[in-house]
């Protein structure tokens, strides 16, 4: 299916053109209702839709955290690697030059905002509107978030509707994280001295308490010992954090998570903390990788958890028992998990980066079976 009203040309007819963006003006009404003569009315010329579509495509940019539209790019890619938004057609739809004649790369960027809005809507939608839909979700800067507005010609001086991070002390649940929950198999490079150049596996809960909050809880098997450390996760739309309390220890431990798009198959990011045997108690860090888990309940997951060799072959064979299809994709998520976990940052930084996620997480996107 192809937007009406949305592609760069329409025909030789100027009536032809009015009755298709007619069309097109009903076909998006979010509500179901009847077309008003207002809305066909201020629907704008081609060369403004597409200057305010440059404008919405800038805005989720922000949003995500993107800092280029290779960036950008990378995470249309990231959920569908067949997407038509690719660098050659995104430069062209940034500068406002043209616009997406496919509907795919609108369910894509459904997708890339987590979900939460249409296609209809995103297409159809005038910069205010899709504005005020994505400042509900996502913390923008607010000086950001005036310039592009004086761009679309809107006062700077509005309020704008920005969700802030919510403080330890607010009851108010956190928006767009309801698709980081589920259980999810840990993997990173264990810590203790006597199982130097192993990998440890625990199993990880996110899931919301009574107050709407998110709260993460993981669990190692130590020694034949269940070691479980929990706290509360906070997110903005990009990053993820939680400061965990063990409750063997009371030592403090910290993930910094970078949040996926929707589904979430895979969660990647940092985990420091304190070793829990460890009579010298050093200061370390390491990079941790989350598997959402398909079909199995969280005994299951936990009884999975213990140390394993670094060996791409063994995380192939937790990619099957956590549900992950059987394809050579599979094979090549095994290798890239060892390969992820064990690396070192040539900046001497322990660090997980976006790029070095992306490609993984292509990977487990096609492994991931039909709900």
């Avoid at 059987?326 to 090549?332: I, K, N, S, V």
């Avoid at 064990?342 to 492994?367: F, K, V, Y």
């Amino acid at each position: 299916m192809i937007f009406l009203g949305l592609e760069t040309s329409f025909g030789p007819s100027s009536n032809f053109q009015g009755n298709r963006l007619g069309n097109a003006v009903k076909q998006f009404r979010l509500d179901g209702g009847a077309p008003l003569l207002a809305d066909i009315d201020r629907q704008p010329p081609m060369a403004e839709a597409s200057h305010h579509l440059a404008l919405k495509l800038r805005l989720t940019s922000l949003a995500l955290g993107c800092s280029t539209h290779k960036e950008l790019c990378a995470r249309f890619a990231a959920i569908n690697r067949t997407t038509l938004f690719v660098p050659q057609n995104a430069y062209k739809w940034l500068s406002g030059k043209a616009m997406p004649r496919a509907s795919s790369v609108y369910e894509d960027w459904v997708r890339v905002v987590d979900g939460a809005l249409t296609a209809p809507f995103i297409a159809s939608s005038s910069f205010q509107e899709f504005q005020d839909a994505i400042c509900t979700r996502f913390v923008v800067p607010e000086t950001a978030l005036a310039m592009l507005r004086a761009e679309a010609g809107l006062p700077p001086g509005r309020d704008p509707i920005v969700a802030a991070p919510s403080s330890a002390s607010s009851n108010a649940p956190q928006l767009g994280g309801h698709w980081l929950e589920g259980g999810y198999l840990a993997i990173s490079p264990a810590w203790s001295r006597a199982a130097g150049g192993q990998l440890i596996l625990g199993a990880v809960t996110i899931h919301p308490t009574a107050a709407q909050r998110l709260e993460i809880s993981y669990s190692e098997n130590l020694f034949n010992r269940q070691v479980l450390m929990s706290g509360q996760l906070l997110h903005d739309g990009r990053t993820a954090q939680g400061a965990l309390t063990c409750s063997y220890t009371h030592r403090l431990f910290f993930m910094a998570l970078n949040v996926p798009t929707p589904p979430a198959s895979l969660i990647g990011g940092i985990f420091s903390g304190a070793a829990v045997h460890d009579p010298d108690a050093r200061a370390t860090a390491c990079r941790i990788l989350l598997l959402r888990a398909h079909g199995i309940q969280p005994e299951a997951l936990l009884a999975r958890a213990g140390y394993l060799g670094a060996d791409g072959a063994l995380v192939e064979r937790e990619l099957a028992a956590l549900g992950y299809r059987d394809d050579a994709a599979r094979t090549a998520l095994g290798a890239g998990v060892v390969e992820f976990l064990t690396g070192l940052s040539s900046s001497g930084l322990c660090e997980a980066r976006l790029n070095d996620l992306a490609p993984l997480e292509q990977l487990i996107e096609r492994l991931t079976p039909s709900e």
